[in-house]
Nanobody, 116 residues
Framework: QVQLVESGGGLVQPGGSLRLSCLAS????????MSWWRQSPGKERELVAG????????NYADSVEGRFTISRDNAKNTGYLQMDSLKPEDTAVYYC?????????WGQGTQVTVSS
């Protein structure tokens, strides 16, 4: 079965960095687009970044453009989100997402808190 497991979240000061990982299993990871989303309390889940199956194409939300970098290592079945210059408004639960066989799959999420 399709599984996505995020890791790498935590507490960081403003201006700091974190790298999130999303380990995928149960499907051919290298054949599928993947994306990172986030959700803050009281807000809707929003798209942060997406990456094509080969990694050749990426896209970002305006709010993170220039600060976050999405990447993937298909040999390790893992996607990444490098987050730099973090701001308090980046505080959220971060999720990875894939669309496989006409179904959407989400990981369990990892909490990122940006606070001094």
């Amino acid at each position: 079965q399709v599984q996505l497991v995020e890791s790498g979240g935590g507490l960081v000061q403003p201006g700091g960095s974190l790298r999130l990982s999303c380990l995928a299993s149960g499907f051919t990871f290298s054949s599928h687009f993947m994306s990172w989303w986030r959700q803050s309390p009281g807000k809707e889940r929003e798209l942060v970044a997406g990456i094509s199956n080969t990694g050749a194409s990426t896209n970002y939300a305006d709010s993170v453009e220039g600060r976050f970098t999405i990447s993937r290592d298909n040999a390790k079945n893992t996607g990444y989100l490098q987050m730099d210059s973090l701001k308090p408004e980046d505080t959220a639960v971060y999720y990875c997402k894939v669309f496989v066989a006409q179904q959407v799959y989400w990981g369990q999420g990892t909490q990122v808190t940006v606070s001094s």
